[in-house]
């Protein structure tokens, strides 16, 4: 993460994106342009991104102290509940 706070200037481990970045999918476009990768909001785009992530990763946000993206963490709560 030192590599998107040293090009486009914000820590993503210290900041809830999802508070601080108003249209987040502009953001997503930066830092994914910083390693040459298109993205265009579009379902392949999206499916790519979330298959690098793992079971271990959702549930490590769920019982983390960390409140940024709050809205995944109650998401996740939802599906738990169900």
Known sequence: ???I?????YDL?????EKVFF???SNVIKILNLVGIKYDKRFSD???IISSMT??????V????DKRCESF????????DY
Request: overall charge negative.
């Open 73 to 80: 963490r109650n998401f996740c709560d939802d599906l738990i």
């Open 62 to 65: 769920i019982e983390s102290d």
């Open 55 to 60: 079971f271990d990763d959702i549930v490590d």
């Open 23 to 25: 249209h987040p999918a």
């Open 5 to 9: 706070t040293q090009k486009l200037g």
């Open 13 to 17: 481990s210290a900041i809830d994106a």
């Open 46 to 48: 999206v499916e790519r």
């Open 1 to 3: 993460m030192v590599f």
